[in-house]
């Protein structure tokens, strides 16, 4: 079982709608679980951390889900400018590395 | 507004040669990790520093890759011989805590 799996998509939505993409990790013990944003031929950035309560920011919601280890990503009201492609991240127990998922592609289209 | 910045952007190169990558850190981070991106791989992690030791190279191609931080302000990634199937988006991350920071990256083409 690969560290971080995601569905790899594309998602494609119309502006307006709601998508929610989810991730699952290996390890039980990871402690640290983020949402990076990647656009195309562009760095990744931090979009949000998520933390075992749930957190919102703005259209964004994120959840943790540590019994059936899986983090959800949601996104409200989506926007053209949203699409990109968006990154699970889980951190390594023992290290103090971050591991990637190979992302989801998100496409919203007019 | 503090950012990693990396150089060169671009490298175009051949088979055989030297390629030397270098990182900015933002200041005051005391971790710097090097990635490499392929559509293949994804994200993969080769090497990190904490107060510029290195911590963990087990990422890294031994024979061919090196990582260094000479100073606080600088990381260097080079590659020698470059072979085609080093070609890739090598990103710098700086961090002080969890969260980290990426540069843009040097987009990496051996011929």
């Known amino acids: 079982r690969k560290e971080v799996e995601q569905d790899p998509g594309p998602f494609n939505v119309p502006e307006g709608a709601t998508v929610a993409f989810n991730c699952t990790y290996s390890n039980s013990a990871s402690q640290s679980f983020f949402w990076y944003r990647q656009d195309c031929r562009k760095e990744p950035k931090l979009l949000m951390s998520v933390y075992s309560s749930g957190n919102e920011d703005g259209r964004f919601t994120a959840q943790l889900n540590r019994a059936s280890q899986y983090i959800s990503l949601l996104i409200r009201d989506s926007k053209l400018s949203d699409s990109a492609t968006y990154l699970c991240?889980?951190?390594?127990?023992?290290?103090?590395?971050?591991?990637f998922g190979k992302g989801t592609m998100l496409l919203v289209s007019p | 507004d503090a950012r990693v910045t990396q150089t060169p952007r671009h490298k175009v190169t051949e088979m055989g040669q030297e390629v030397t990558m270098r990182c900015q850190p933002i200041l005051g981070h005391n971790t710097v990790f090097w990635y490499r991106q392929t559509m293949m791989q994804g994200l993969e992690l080769l090497a990190y520093f904490r107060n510029r030791a290195p911590l963990d190279d087990s990422g890294m191609p031994k024979d061919r890759f090196s990582a260094e931080m000479p100073d606080a302000t600088l990381a260097t990634l080079k590659i020698q011989p470059s072979e085609p199937r080093d070609s890739a988006v090598y990103f710098c991350?700086?961090?002080?805590?969890?969260?980290?920071?990426f540069g843009p990256g040097t987009r990496l083409t051996v011929l």
């Open positions: 991350a700086s961090a002080l805590r969890d969260t980290q920071y």
């Open positions: 991240v889980v951190n390594k127990i023992g290290y103090s590395t971050l591991t």
